[in-house]
């Protein structure tokens, strides 16, 4: 098999995610994305995509938890509930990255997005349209 062909077959399985407090973090994203959190495997704290992918929270309390970006895919019509869910929870959500547009979403790729923090400052992302990659 050829390199080329390698690369059609590698897929993300998990990640582990640094939290200070592995449960805070793993139930906060799993409620506003609507998803369960799974059993303990070990030190992690799964949360399952869906698509075969698996978050793994691990608790990190000794050292500060470096702020990383996820984004995910989520469907249209569940678009509207998890901006509900972070409103619900208090949690500012914005139109960018950087932060500067509160309350807003944007429409990149004929889609919606939307921008919050996770309880350790990780830069979360929704959106119902993948980027388009030239």
């Not at 506003?32 to 990190?60: H, K, Q, R, S, W």
Request: no cysteine; glycine share 8%; hydrophobic share 40%.
């Amino acid at each position: 098999m050829s390199d080329a062909q390698h690369t059609h077959t590698v897929q993300l399985n998990h990640t582990a995610v640094y939290a200070s407090d592995r449960r805070l973090s793993a139930e906060f994203l799993a409620a506003i994305l609507g998803l369960p959190v799974g059993a303990p495997f070990g030190p992690f704290l799964p949360v399952d995509l869906g698509n075969g992918v698996t978050l793994d929270f691990y608790e990190m309390r000794d050292e500060p938890i470096q702020a990383q970006h996820y984004a995910f895919l989520v469907p249209d019509e569940q678009f509207d509930l998890m901006i509900a869910r972070l409103e619900a929870a208090g949690v500012t959500y914005y139109a960018d990255p950087s932060h500067t547009e509160p309350g807003a979403i944007n429409r990149l790729f004929g889609g919606r997005g939307a921008y919050f923090d996770d309880p350790d400052g990780h830069n979360m992302e929704i959106m119902t349209r993948p980027y388009a990659r030239p």
